[in-house]
């Protein structure tokens, strides 16, 4: 599927977790939210909003942006580093990211209706 016009997408993802602090384990949700643009010759802007839920509140985390060419590894230094690439094939939108130490990929799946693309799910921290 060929993209030419620069859709635009705000995909969300979130994750529960319980951690162990010095006031011992309390509840996070994690919650992300992907600005995904895609321009003319493949070029993806991207921006990352994590937002956590803790007991004693919200707190919005650094928002993080970039811009990407599709298929091509890019060096990312946010998160102490490592490489990155988008990838759309066959309808899904692929982000695989590695750290110094590990890795995850998020993924977003696409259909074409009367409107444009929509946005049929995300998967993300893989």
């Given at each position: 599927m060929a993209i030419s016009k620069g859709p635009k997408s705000t995909p969300r993802s979130s994750a529960s977790?319980?951690?162990?602090?010095r006031g011992g384990k309390f509840p996070v949700t994690m919650h992300a939210e992907w600005k995904v643009v895609i321009g003319r010759d493949g070029i993806i802007d991207q921006t990352y909003i994590p937002t956590a839920h803790t007991p004693r509140g919200t707190r919005r985390g650094k928002i993080i942006s970039g811009l990407f060419r599709i298929d091509q590894v890019r060096e990312v230094a946010s998160a102490g580093g490592g490489q990155a690439l988008w990838r759309f094939e066959d309808g899904?939108?692929?982000f695989p990211r590695t750290f110094k130490d590990g890795a995850y990929r998020n993924t977003i799946t696409f259909a074409r209706g009367p409107r444009g693309l929509t946005i049929l799910r995300m998967r993300g921290l893989q």
């Amino acid at each position: 599927m060929a993209i030419s016009k620069g859709p635009k997408s705000t995909p969300r993802s979130s994750a529960s977790r319980w951690f162990d602090g010095r006031g011992g384990k309390f509840p996070v949700t994690m919650h992300a939210e992907w600005k995904v643009v895609i321009g003319r010759d493949g070029i993806i802007d991207q921006t990352y909003i994590p937002t956590a839920h803790t007991p004693r509140g919200t707190r919005r985390g650094k928002i993080i942006s970039g811009l990407f060419r599709i298929d091509q590894v890019r060096e990312v230094a946010s998160a102490g580093g490592g490489q990155a690439l988008w990838r759309f094939e066959d309808g899904t939108l692929t982000f695989p990211r590695t750290f110094k130490d590990g890795a995850y990929r998020n993924t977003i799946t696409f259909a074409r209706g009367p409107r444009g693309l929509t946005i049929l799910r995300m998967r993300g921290l893989q």
